[in-house]
């Protein structure tokens, strides 16, 4: 079988060098056929805030996360594997000769580099996380006695560190060679980062700018950002159990195979060789993917939506 598959992947690639396909033309193809047609009750529905996230909203989100990231060439890359490794997939369950495993391989082998790009993504957000609450609660306390944003960024500059360094010398950049506009460029800043909490910081900044009695403001932004710290400090350890469990639980399952193969051989024959047998193989593969999913989305850190 390893051999069949190596052969299917040498002709997915033979057809992308017949066809010149590159990774940037591969992804291009595809976010065309996924855009949604711009009707008026699209419109309509997304201005109430009431559309729901399609596919497309959701790679063009990954797309943007990833050029934060500084690894937006990974993109394209990571759309093409997931193509490729989607085909891979449908060959797997094919060669197995289980049509049930067919949409779980295509599932799992196509979303597997989405999940890499989304842990590269999760480690710069925590790395984000641990800088942001030192470095505005410097650059506040300077401009708290300053009441100048300007001079309290250079000030603090030379102690900021990656990722935030780029996102303020950005702004210092931005207000000393291409606009004066003080507000403008705190507004253009806050869209570098997808932090709830310094979009609100940068916000009250903005209307200091106006009014500065409402400095005041700044310090209790600051404060949650130490809130939302200790509670993720809190909750590591229940959520890395519950991985942990949720894990041991999908080995017992897909550890029974092969463990029916030692035990009962007219047991494991039934389960890979008959029809209802594969249809309880693709139900448990379903219910895998499904819960992995789940395992997911509900064990990420806690963060503040802007």
């Given at each position: 079988?390893?051999?069949?598959?190596?052969?299917?992947?040498?002709?997915?690639?033979?057809?992308?060098?017949?066809?010149?396909?590159?990774?940037?033309?591969?992804?291009?193809?595809?976010?065309?056929?996924?855009?949604?047609?711009?009707?008026?009750?699209?419109?309509?529905?997304?201005?109430?805030?009431?559309?729901?996230?399609?596919?497309?909203?959701?790679?063009?989100?990954?797309?943007?996360?990833?050029?934060?990231?500084?690894?937006?060439?990974?993109?394209?890359?990571?759309?093409?594997?997931?193509?490729?490794?989607?085909?891979?997939?449908?060959?797997?369950?094919?060669?197995?000769?289980?049509?049930?495993?067919?949409?779980?391989?295509?599932?799992?082998?196509?979303?597997?580099?989405?999940?890499?790009?989304?842990?590269?993504?999760s480690a710069y957000e925590k790395q984000l996380a641990d800088e942001m609450e030192t470095t505005l609660s410097a650059v506040t306390n300077?401009?708290?006695?300053?009441?100048?944003?300007?001079?309290?960024?250079?000030?603090?500059?030379?102690?900021?560190?990656?990722?935030?360094?780029?996102?303020?010398?950005?702004?210092?950049?931005?207000?000393?060679?291409?606009?004066?506009?003080?507000?403008?460029?705190?507004?253009?800043?806050?869209?570098?980062?997808?932090?709830?909490?310094?979009?609100?910081?940068?916000?009250?900044?903005?209307?200091?700018?106006?009014?500065?009695?409402?400095?005041?403001?700044?310090?209790?932004?600051?404060a949650r950002l130490s809130d939302v710290r200790r509670i993720n400090t809190e909750l590591s350890g229940i959520l890395r159990d519950a991985?942990?469990?949720?894990?041991?639980?999908?080995?017992?399952?897909?550890?029974?195979?092969?463990?029916?193969?030692?035990?009962?051989?007219?047991?494991?024959?039934?389960?890979?060789?008959?029809?209802?047998?594969?249809?309880?193989?693709?139900?448990?593969?379903?219910?895998?993917?499904?819960?992995?999913?789940?395992?997911?989305?509900?064990?990420?850190?806690?963060?503040?939506?802007?």
């Open positions: 079988m390893v051999f069949k598959i190596l052969a299917m992947l040498m002709a997915v690639i033979g057809i992308c060098l017949v066809f010149e396909l590159t990774p940037d033309s591969i992804t291009d193809g595809l976010l065309r056929v996924l855009k949604p047609k711009s009707t008026i009750a699209a419109r309509s529905a997304a201005l109430r805030g009431g559309s729901k996230p399609t596919m497309y909203s959701r790679l063009m989100r990954l797309k943007e996360a990833l050029k934060a990231t500084g690894k937006a060439k990974s993109f394209s890359v990571s759309v093409t594997a997931a193509v490729v490794l989607m085909f891979l997939g449908a060959a797997a369950a094919v060669m197995l000769n289980n049509i049930f495993l067919l949409p779980v391989f295509c599932i799992a082998c196509g979303a597997a580099p989405f999940m890499y790009l989304s842990s590269i993504i300077s401009y708290l006695r300053s009441e100048d944003i300007i001079s309290s960024v250079k000030e603090n500059l030379k102690y900021i560190k990656p990722p935030l360094y780029s996102v303020f010398e950005e702004f210092l950049t931005e207000t000393e060679a291409v606009s004066p506009d003080i507000q403008s460029a705190l507004i253009n800043m806050s869209d570098k980062t997808q932090d709830g909490i310094f979009k609100e910081w940068v916000l009250a900044l903005v209307r200091c700018q106006d009014d500065r009695t409402l400095k005041d403001t700044l310090l209790p932004i600051v991985k942990n469990e949720y894990l041991m639980m999908v080995l017992l399952v897909v550890g029974n195979i092969p463990l029916l193969y030692l035990l009962n051989r007219d047991w494991f024959n039934t389960l890979i060789y008959t029809t209802p047998g594969k249809a309880v193989t693709g139900i448990c593969g379903a219910v895998i993917l499904v819960t992995f999913i789940l395992m997911k989305k509900y064990t990420k850190p806690v963060k503040v939506r802007d």
